[in-house]
């Protein structure tokens, strides 16, 4: 069934932003691919960032952050890269986007730093709460996907990958500290976060990512006219 999707008007209204968030292996770069096109294919101007990276500053961050040659990388050192890169993509292309497109995708934003490096490496939450806000110049996820799957599923999908980095050589206990970082904030922020079963197929979480940004497009103004479009069924 398509839907016939007429948006507001020719003013410029703000887009939204939109996160996936995940265990490394959860799936969710598939996930936020699929629902690019799926957002595209409606007729809307969507955008998809990465991090850390996205930008020539922020992709050069990456490669420092990742390199597994960097073992002696400190904790502290860590979290202010992960900052820095994230500060430069929200400056450059999170803003503008927002400004430009009606949905701005990002797999992983600062969720990502609270499970990895508050949860994972033991950093103070209140100082990292306080540097993911400045970094991200004050602008929040309007709707976070956390897809979620257990150690042992993600696990199993990562050792399909040929080469690890140096955040997933990390061991199992880092993995389930983290994996519990991204429940925890689920729980603390239900509003914003949405839970999806990694387990499930891609297609059966894109329909419900889909269905929830809908529902969000709504309530901005963004689409008036949701209802099925009887010659295309
Ligand atoms: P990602 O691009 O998701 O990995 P991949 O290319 O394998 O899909 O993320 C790179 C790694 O960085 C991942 O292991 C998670 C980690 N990470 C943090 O530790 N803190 C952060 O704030 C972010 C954004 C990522």
């Known amino acids: 069934m398509e839907l016939n999707i007429t948006k507001m008007n020719d003013k410029k209204t703000n887009g939204i932003f939109v996160t996936f968030e995940g265990i490394d292996g959860s799936g969710k770069s598939t996930q936020a ?3 690019l096109r799926k957002v595209q294919e409606s007729g809307l101007n969507a955008v998809l960032f990465r991090e850390p990276g996205g930008t020539r500053i922020s992709e050069q961050i990456r490669q420092i952050l990742l390199s597994t040659k960097h073992t002696e990388m400190s904790s502290i050192t860590e ?3 992960y900052s820095a890169a994230r500060a ?7 803003i503008p986007g927002l400004r430009d497109n009606d949905v701005v995708i990002c797999d992983r934003y600062y ?16 100082f990292i709460s306080a540097l993911t806000k400045e970094a991200a110049r004050k602008i929040e996820p309007d709707l976070t996907f956390l897809v979620d799957v257990d150690a042992d599923l ?11 980095d140096r955040i997933e050589l990390e061991n199992y206990e880092f993995k389930i500290r983290v994996i ?31 269905k929830k940004i809908q529902t969000l497009l709504e309530k ?4 008036i006219n949701l ?4 010659e295309n069924i």
Do not use: C, H
């Open 88 to 94: 430069q993509l929200t400056e450059e292309m999170v």
């Open 227 to 230: 209802e099925a479009n009887s």
């Open 220 to 223: 901005k103004g963004i689409i």
């Open 33 to 35: 691919s699929s629902l």
């Open 79 to 81: 979290v202010l890269l």
């Open 111 to 126: 969720d990502s730093t609270t499970a990895y490096q508050g949860y994972g490496r033991g950093i103070d939450m209140e």
């Open 154 to 164: 993600a696990e199993k999908r990562s050792s399909t990958i040929g080469r690890k």
């Open 180 to 210: 519990q970082g991204f429940r925890d904030l689920a729980e603390k922020f239900p509003d914003r976060i949405v839970i999806l079963d990694g387990s499930k197929e891609v297609e059966q979480l894109t329909e419900t990512a889909w």
